[in-house]
């Protein structure tokens, strides 16, 4: 098998509108909800409990969405659910400027945000899972620091909900979501092979490496998938791992508030944490292409337990940014590796699917996260609780994975 030298290979590009794309997203909707605490508490009196259950009861409704778009991902393509996904995201920001009250802010975010919102995370993965195979450690690893970079992003929105208000800064994401996030769609590929293309940008010749090439008759269905133990183990290990990530990474704008510091500084230290996790999101994922991807998340999940477990005990800036550096490298590794693993143990040609059918069982993660954080904090006035019981609950993922070995394909006899 031979290297392709007369140009670059095109699943390159789909990494880096991807790497953008996932930095929107993350950075805007994830990271950047926290931006929101504050101002829509002071203007309508709601507890962090209340607009906790906001985000959360969005991110439900993702997951259930989640086979029905990895089912169009695999029929259609990326391109067309991102294409089709962002202008819905970017009139839900919109019209979310027009909100004058809880029940007209929740529709608006649920119904159309966050419709929007995920037809980023899954399709982009999927086109990356598909365009790379030996390298694919690689090429998550940079598409995954696009969550990292959007800790940019966080500050920045922070910075014009002061300036600006939340509701002109709405409007404003929303016309920033269309304009870089069509063009980013639009690079998007399903495969290769429709492109007379091999994954890795390998050519074949007579002495092909099958191993080299992935290969969809090769692929696990979704059925198999589903059957299998290490499905099972890696998805609970990840819904668990979101819980604890999703909790802390929320309200860590109000957290340092609560601290002492202004809302901007404040969204500057919760957006560094993004930019902190990049070389977990990039290194880690790349070494993974060399040594077993398991044992590596293994590490991560451990140190993020010991991360959120310093994060609940310090009560200076000081040790916080000493717990953040910990948090933020593990919490990077462990949000990419196992979306790498599940493309190594059940091939590609339906993995959107599969995708799809695992953001159901880790959207519990998702949504009771923000909600326990939220809900510690109105009855004690502290996170110290919630992180610390974070720090116990990421204990029983970091077991999930010891025990999530590749799956074996039943032969029958």
């Known amino acids: 098998m031979k290297k392709n030298k007369s140009k670059i290979f095109y699943g390159w590009y789909i990494v880096m509108a991807g790497t953008l794309g996932m930095a929107l997203s993350s950075g805007i909707n994830f990271h950047g909800f926290g931006n929101l605490f504050l101002p829509l508490s002071n203007e309508f009196g709601w ?11 969005a991110r439900l ?15 259609f393509g990326p391109r067309v659910v991102i294409v089709v996904g962002v202008p819905i995201m970017s009139i839900g920001y919109i019209l979310l400027s027009k909100a004058d009250s809880f029940l007209s802010f929740s529709l608006i975010y649920i119904l159309g945000v966050t419709v929007g919102a995920g037809t980023l995370h899954t399709p982009i993965q999927t086109a990356v899972a598909n365009w790379f195979n030996k390298k694919r450690g690689l090429a998550f690893g940079i598409m995954w620091s696009g969550v990292g970079i959007g800790g940019l992003i966080v500050p920045l929105y922070g910075w014009l909900v002061q300036v600006y208000g939340w509701r002109d800064t709405s409007i404003i ?15 998007m590929r399903h495969n290769p092979y429709k492109y007379g293309d091999y994954p890795d940008g390998m050519k074949v010749s007579n002495d092909t490496d ?4 992935n290969r969809d008759d090769e692929s696990y269905t979704v ?38 510091i202004s809302p901007v500084a404040a969204a500057g230290f919760a957006g560094s944490v993004g930019i902190m996790s990049i070389p977990g999101r990039f290194g880690l994922s790349a070494i993974g292409d060399y040594i077993n991807k398991r044992y590596i998340l293994v590490i991560c999940m451990f140190s993020l337990s010991l991360g959120v477990f310093l994060l609940s005990m310090v009560n200076s800036l000081t040790g916080v940014i ?18 790498s693993l599940m493309a190594d143990y059940f091939g590609t040609k339906y993995y959107g699917t599969i995708m799809g059918f695992r953001s159901i069982l880790v959207t519990f993660g998702v949504i009771a996260g923000p909600i326990i954080a939220g809900a510690t ?24 994975v010891i025990f999530s070995s590749p799956p074996k394909r039943k032969i029958n006899v």
Request: aromatic share 14%; charged share 10%; with cysteine.
């Open 223 to 260: 059925k198999e998938a589903l059957s299998s133990s290490s499905f099972w183990l890696l998805t609970m290990a990840t819904g668990l791992r979101i819980l604890v990530t999703s909790g802390v990474s929320l309200h860590l704008v109000p957290f340092f508030v609560d601290m002492g």
């Open 173 to 187: 994401i929303g016309f920033v979501i269309f304009l870089i996030g069509v063009p980013c769609g639009l690079v």
């Open 322 to 339: 000493l717990a953040l550096i910990l948090y933020s490298s593990s919490q990077g590794g462990s949000a990419v590796i196992p979306n």
């Open 210 to 213: 099958n191993d080299s090439i």
């Open 61 to 75: 409704e993702n997951g259930i969405l989640g086979p029905i778009d990895g089912y169009l991902i695999d029929k």
């Open 377 to 400: 904090f109105d009855n004690y006035g502290s996170y110290k609780f919630a992180f610390m019981s974070f720090a116990f609950i990421n204990l029983i993922a970091f077991v999930m």
């Open 47 to 57: 507890s962090r409990t209340r607009i906790s259950t906001v985000f959360s009861l």
